[in-house]
């Protein structure tokens, strides 16, 4: 969307321990210093193939304090009909 950022690539090499993906980039705005885009590839289902796409997120049109009252971010707020402990 025209907006300037830096891209940061993490790979996994190898399948194993705690990583769910094996290659996650990363998008940051250079304004805002906020991620702005997010993609995860699975490893390849077979040796030397294509890593497949996991998940990717892009955020567009982002507001940064739009003003919205305390009570908004209230767990007890009687609106959000939270279930009582």
Known sequence: N???CSMF????PVQ?????FHIARIAI???LNLPIHYE?????????GKPELLE????TD????PGLPAETFDPSNP???????
């Open 9 to 12: 690539e993490i790979v996994h």
């Open 62 to 65: 982002i507001v940064i304090n």
């Open 40 to 48: 995860a590839y699975r490893w390849p289902s077979e040796s030397g």
């Open 29 to 31: 705005d250079d304004e």
């Open 56 to 59: 990717r997120y892009t955020y």
């Open 79 to 85: 609106e959000y009909d939270f279930p009582k402990r």
């Open 16 to 20: 194993e321990g705690p990583y769910d």
């Open 2 to 4: 025209g907006r300037s």
